[in-house]
Nanobody, 125 residues
């Protein structure tokens, strides 16, 4: 059974940092690209980045480029979203998802077939 579990969310002041983790089980992480997404209250889910299976390609949305970094450690079956210079508008539930293939095709929604339950990030102004 494929499962993705996010953790690391919480409350942080504007300008602060957080690192989210996404642990996969029931599959071999290094066969798949992993995407990160977020959904703010009252807004549609936003794709914010994708990392290929080896980490050789990482795509970011313009809204987070230069502030967020996506990493992965395949030996730990874990992907990470390191967020810095956080702003109140980054407040959202953050999700990771497993792509159906090993590569990224930009910051998109399609071809993600397994999702985590999400972790809340709240940035205080």
């Amino acid at each position: 059974q494929v499962q993705l579990v996010e953790s690391g969310g919480g409350l942080v002041q504007t300008g602060g940092s957080l690192r989210l983790s996404c642990v996969g089980s029931g599959f071999t992480l290094d066969h798949y690209a992993i995407g990160w997404f977020r959904q703010a209250p009252g807004k549609e889910r936003e794709a914010i980045g994708c990392i290929s299976n080896s980490g050789s390609r990482i795509d970011y949305a313009d809204s987070v480029k230069g502030r967020f970094t996506i990493l992965r450690n395949n030996s730990k079956n874990t992907a990470y979203l390191h967020m810095t210079s956080l702003k109140p508008e980054d407040t959202a539930v953050y999700y990771c998802a497993k792509r159906s293939n090993w590569y990224c095709s930009g910051v998109v929604f399609h071809n993600y077939n397994d999702w985590g339950q999400g972790t809340q990030v709240t940035v205080l102004s």
